[in-house]
C-alpha cells in the first residue's frame, strides 16, 4: 500500500486538491474582503441627493451631483461611471462675471461636514457619453475614496486607505434651486 503515496497519480491527485483547496480560500477571503469593504465605505461615507441632469441630443457632456458626507477626513480621488470613459471633479469660481471651471485631481472631504456637489460650484463632468441622458434614466457609479489616516469601526482598526462605493443614479431635470449658472466655460483636461 506504500507504493501507493509515491505514484505520479497520486501526487497530481494531491496537487489537484491543494489547489481546489487553494482557490476556495482565495475566493472566500477576496469575497470576505469585498464585503468588509463596502461596509466600511457606507459607514465612512453617505452619499445623498444624487442625480444627474438630462442632455440634449448629440450633447456629449454630462454633469452628476451629490452631497457627500464623510466621518473621516478622507478624499474623492476618482469616479468612474458605466454612461462614459471619462468623469472628472470639478470646481466653478466667478472670475470677472464669468463662471469658469477647473478640473480637480481630488476633492478633499473634511470630517463630518457636507459637501454639496451642485449647479455653480463642485460638481461631476461626464465627458464622452456613450448616449444621451434622459430623464428616468439609471446611471451607475464606482466611486473612490482615500483615507487621510486609520479608523476604528465596530472596535476594528480600520487601516484599508481605498475604498471604493457604488451608487445608481437617476437622471432628472434639476429642480428650481438646482438651475445652471449660464456664462461658465468648460475646459477639458
Known amino acids: 500500500m506504500n507504493h501507493l ?4 497519480a497520486w501526487q497530481r491527485t494531491m496537487n489537484c486538491l ?15 474582503d469585498s464585503y468588509a469593504q463596502d461596509r466600511y465605505s457606507k459607514e465612512m461615507v453617505a452619499i445623498k441627493d444624487a442625480w444627474v441632469r438630462p442632455s440634449a441630443p448629440g450633447q456629449d457632456v454630462g454633469a452628476a451631483y451629490m452631497t457627500l458626507l464623510s466621518t473621516q477626513n478622507a478624499s474623492l480621488i476618482h469616479v468612474e461611471s458605466d454612461i462614459t470613459k471619462s468623469v472628472e471633479i ?9 463662471m469658469k ?4 485631481e481630488k476633492l478633499a472631504l473634511s470630517a463630518n461636514k457636507p459637501y454639496k456637489l451642485a449647479p455653480g460650484g463642485f460638481h461631476l463632468m461626464l465627458f464622452d457619453l456613450k448616449q444621451p441622458l434622459a430623464e428616468g434614466q439609471q446611471v451607475e457609479f464606482e466611486l473612490t475614496f ?17 475604498f471604493k462605493q457604488k451608487i445608481k443614479v437617476l437622471v432628472k431635470a434639476p429642480a428650481n434651486d438646482e438651475t445652471d449658472q449660464h456664462g461658465h466655460e468648460h475646459h477639458h483636461h
Open 5 to 8: 503515496y509515491n505514484t505520479a
Open 101 to 104: 471651471m477647473r478640473m480637480l
Open 90 to 98: 470639478h470646481s466653478m469660481t466667478m472670475q470677472n462675471g464669468i
Open 146 to 162: 482615500k483615507l487621510d489616516d486609520t479608523f476604528k469601526l465596530d472596535d476594528t482598526r480600520v487601516t484599508q486607505k481605498l
Open 18 to 32: 491543494l489547489t481546489v483547496t487553494l482557490m476556495i480560500v482565495s475566493t472566500a477571503l477576496y469575497a470576505q
